[in-house]
Structure formats: structure tokens, C-alpha cells
């Protein structure tokens, strides 16, 4: 087990030196000035123009800059943001629960959801359940994010006034910030309101950032099951006399999730792409809408440094998926 | 009477067209208690279709129908989906072609076969614990308390037979439907499955229903034999008689099918003996 986690880490190396470069020359190649972006409307004269593209390095040759970004990485330096000043890690670990929060709300709904669906339909194979539900699922997959966010806030924050329509709390909230997570600090300081207000703030992003990976569970874990319940196995287990719950949630799930699973990790990247929109969308002060914010100002520090630290989760989750898998599948384990 | 009694077992399926297709027709089925009854057919001939009808393990979408289908005179095809889930794994039990597929290769071993027993006993884990090392044992399973620990794709395809046989017999079932129980097997562990079939039918005192092609398992094994034929039943003999004086076209075709029975000629086919099975539809 030891062997298998020093190899997955010891993949890292080469996936972080190829991010690394991706994400430098990623946004050199966008078009803009940074230094007239920070300038804005006020302009900024040549003199101050190269003063200013001195200072932060943009006069060397890419490679040097490359390598003095490298190197201040290996230090534990992610730069500065050239529009706030702070340091793009700390200004990352602010937003960073608010995204965390809200993901994980969402890949818990959709993951949920999805393989309760999924089972379902694949139980109910070409019933009316089945088709409903690949249905929906199919509908769910093929819908743009914005519009189904603006759908959604149309109807139930404008027309019902159920949800409010942007934000992660009511303004007249005020908790001390203990781990970051809005639900978590507000039942940490004992304020039910506080945490109501969380909750509602929650549910709409929530919705609209699960509905992708929704869709994919469902239909990944239906055709997964579908494969499973025909499987010899399944039929000893009958033969067994075992009762039909304990052959479907026991024996054909545990099958079944090895795929699932792998998609449930997969979506995690198409959560943080979603973030991004959903973000914007609901002025939730998380990653995303942090990142779409600079890479309009051109804050080279701040996106090479985000993209970076946005792969450090992904990978991370994809390790976990890997561990995952080898605790579910034990034909994996110790490989 | 018989432990277990079929009459008239028919068994369908609807086509994409609406059509039912017939894949048993009309079979008879009676197996007395501790008798080893062997059926044989060629690959097609739905003999594992009509047990896995006994075992109630097809789809929903079969259609089966009988005029009687009795174990120890209880009518199964009154029986509850409870009560019928009471009896299968107890008292009847199934073994199937492929060992490595027949066990859930998420779990291991010794769950596998401690499962049937909390189903069907009261005993504790401990017992249970207890009873599965000694069902590895009566199987042959060297080191059974390290195996029981063992995945099934740790093990040979022999092994997992085996285990199988453990499973099917853990509750020691009064009948055992064992479907080609040596198919994907070597040659050499073939006999040693068999004997270990044989040995734990005659230990038990239970029956035994070997579904196979192999005419020579046919006569080292059963003590009667139904040549099954296009979902029909051609014949239904004892075994000396099936070999010695066939009565049915499609038994001597099966029969003079066998290599050493051949000749230098060429192979004769069931089409030499017998209609071709689209035309007893």
C-alpha cells in the first residue's frame, strides 16, 4: 500500500512541472498589457510603463521568467497578486473554503442522487422509471450551466422568493471564521439563523453545479449495474437465498462503484470548470470567481499560481480516487 | 416419492417481434433423494435453463410454466419470492460453469461462504467462522483458515470450484444442481472436482443434478440420465441402458458422435440421425 502511494506521488512530479509550464505560457499567450490593465482608464506613461515592467519582470525573456516562477515555487512562493499585493497563497486560502464548501455539497448531492438513480433505473430496466430517469438525465447533461442557473434563480429567488439570489450569507450575519465553512462556523458559534441563512444561500449554486455530474453518475452507474446484475455472481448470490436488497446494494453495488467512482473523481475537474460559472453567476466568493477576475485584470501571479494550486486539488482528489478504488476493488490493491 | 418432481416445464421468452420463443418445452423432471440423475445435450439445448427454472434464477422476463414443479412436496410454484429464498441455498443449491465468475470478486472467500450460513443457521460468527474452515477442508482447500482470508482472484480456477462447492454445501442442501461443473476446468483437476462431488453426494446422502456434455462423466457419475434435445426431452433412461441400448435417433447420434466411437470415417452429426432443431420448433 506504502509502494503504490509513493508511486502515485512520485507522479505528481512530472503532472506539476507540465502544469507549471502550461499555466505560464497559457496566459502570456492572451492578449493585453498587464501593466496598462492595472493602470486602467487613468493610462500610464511610457517612463512609469517600463519602470513598472521592470519591477515585475515582464522585461526578461520568458525562459528567465520561467525559471525565477520555478524557482520561487520550490521556496514556497507563489508571487503576489499585482492588483491587491497579498500573497496569491493566502488570497487563495480565503476563497478557497467557499469553493470547498459549496463542491462538496455538490458532488455529495450528485453522487447521491446519482447512483440512487442509477440503480434504479437499471433495476427498472426499459420501464417508465428507466426512461424518466435517463431522461431527466439526458436533459441534465445537455443543459448550459448559465441558463440553468438563471432558470432556476428566475423561479425560485425572483418570482417565489425561496433562495436568495446571490451570495454565501445574509449580510446581517456575523460569526467568527473558524474553518472557513459557512455551515460549520455558524453551528460553531451557536447561531441557528446564521446557519439557515448558509443553507439558502446553498441550495441554488448547489443545484446548478451538481446537475452535470448528476447526470454523468447516473448514467454511469446504470450501465455499470446493468453489467454487474448479469454477472455469474450475481446469480450464486441468489442462489444463495439472499433477498434481492442485499444481492443489489451489497454484491452489485460493490461492483458497480468501481467505474462510478472513477467518474465521481473525473467530475471533480468538471466541478472546478462549473465553479467557475457558478461562481460568477451567484457572486459566491469562492475560486472561480477569483480566477475569472484575474485573468480579465491579466494577473499573471495570481492565475499561474490559481491553476497551480487548482491541480494540486485535483491531483489530490485523483490520489484519493486511486486509494479508493484499490479499497473497493481488491484485484487493484497493492499493484 | 421423488425429492423432486417436474412436469410439463416450459420455459419462454418474448422476442423483440412479440413472439415467445420456447426454450424448454414440455420437460419432465423427477430426481429421487441421494440419486445422481446426469442430463446431457449439446450446447443450445437449454439444460441449464430448465434448472436454473427449478432454482427460480431466471429474469423476470422468462415465462415459465409447469403442470407440477414439487421439492419435498412443497409445490414451488406456489411458494412466496420468501419462501422461495428460504429453500434456495438450504435445501436446494447450485454450482455453476465458470468458478473464477461465480464468486463476487470483491469479497473474500471466507465472507462468501459465511454468508450463506448467516442466511440460513443461527450460528455466531465464531461458529461460522469455525464451520467455513471445515467446509475448505471437506473441499480440499489446503490452509483453509489463511484461505478463507483469500480473494477469489488469488485463487486457480480449481480452487474456486471448490469454494463454490463449499458454498452450495454449507447448509448441506438435500439437492445439488451442479451446470457443467468441470467445463473450464484442466483435465486432471475435472476428476478431482468430480470425485469431490461425488464423494461430499454420497457423505451428504443428497442428490445430485449434473447438467453436462461430457459423455463420460455420464457414465463414471449418474445413476440415470435425460438426453435433452432443442428444449425437448429425447430420452430418460438408466445409465447402463443409455449406453447400451439407446433408444431415441438423437441419443445414438450423440453417442456415435464420440471420437472412439467414430471410426476411421468421417464424424456423423445430429443432422444424420435426427431433425435439425429449428425444425422441432
Known sequence: MVRFILNRLLLIVPTFIGITLVAFIFIRLLPGDPVILMAGERGVSAERHAELMAQFGFDQPLWKQYVDYVSGLLHGNFGYSYSTKKPVLSEFMARFPATLELGLCAIVLASVLGIAAGILAAIRRGSWIDQVTMGTALVGYSMPIFWWALLLIILFSTKLGWTPVSGRIALTQFFPSVTGFMLIDSLLAGKPAAFWSAVQHLILPTIVLATIPLAVIARQTRSAMLEVLGEVYIMTAKSKGLTPRRVIWLHALRNALIPVVTTIGLQVSVLIGGAILTETIFSWPGIGKWMIDSISRRDYQVVQGGLLLIAAVVMFVNLTVDLLYGLINPRVRYR | ?281
Open chain 2, 1 to 281: 416419492m421423488a425429492l423432486l418432481e417436474v412436469r410439463n416445464l416450459s420455459v419462454s421468452f418474448e422476442t423483440a417481434s412479440g413472439d415467445l420463443f420456447y426454450a424448454v418445452r414440455g420437460i419432465d423432471i423427477s430426481v429421487d433423494v441421494g440419486e445422481v440423475l446426469a442430463i446431457v445435450g449439446e450446447s443450445g439445448s437449454c439444460k441449464s435453463v430448465a434448472m436454473l427454472a427449478v432454482m427460480g434464477l431466471l429474469p423476470p422476463v422468462a415465462i415459465v410454466k409447469a403442470d407440477v414443479m414439487r421439492f419435498d412436496g412443497r409445490d414451488l410454484l406456489t411458494l412466496s419470492p420468501r419462501q422461495r429464498r428460504d429453500l434456495s441455498g438450504r435445501e436446494m443449491a447450485m454450482i455453476f460453469q465458470e468458478p473464477v465468475a461465480s464468486l463476487n470478486p470483491c469479497f473474500t472467500v471466507g465472507f462468501q461462504i459465511e454468508e450463506t450460513l448467516r442466511k440460513h443457521t443461527d450460528l455466531d460468527a465464531a461458529a461460522r467462522h469455525q464451520r467455513a474452515i471445515e467446509l475448505l477442508q471437506a473441499v480440499g482447500i489446503p490452509e483453509p483458515e489463511r484461505r478463507l482470508g483469500s480473494f477469489p482472484h488469488q485463487m486457480s480456477g480449481g480452487q474456486c470450484q471448490r469454494v463454490m462447492i463449499a458454498i452450495a454445501t454449507a447448509c448441506t442442501p438435500r439437492l445439488l444442481i451442479a451446470d457443467e461443473p468441470t467445463t473450464a476446468l484442466d483435465v486432471t483437476v475435472q476428476k478431482q472436482v468430480l470425485d469431490l462431488l461425488l464423494r461430499l453426494q454420497a457423505e451428504n446422502g443428497m442428490a445430485l443434478v449434473l447438467i453436462t456434455h461430457d459423455m463420460g462423466v455420464v457414465a463414471e457419475t449418474a445413476d440415470r440420465v435425460i438426453v435433452q434435445y432443442a428444449g425437448r426431452k429425447m430420452e430418460d433412461t438408466d445409465v447402463v441402458s443409455l449406453f447400451s441400448a439407446p433408444e431415441s435417433p438423437y441419443t445414438r447420434a450423440l453417442l456415435s458422435a464420440l471420437p472412439e466411437n467414430a471410426g476411421s470415417g468421417r464424424l456423423p452429426t445430429v443432422s444424420d440421425f435426427a431433425p435439425p432443431a429449428e425444425a422441432m420448433k
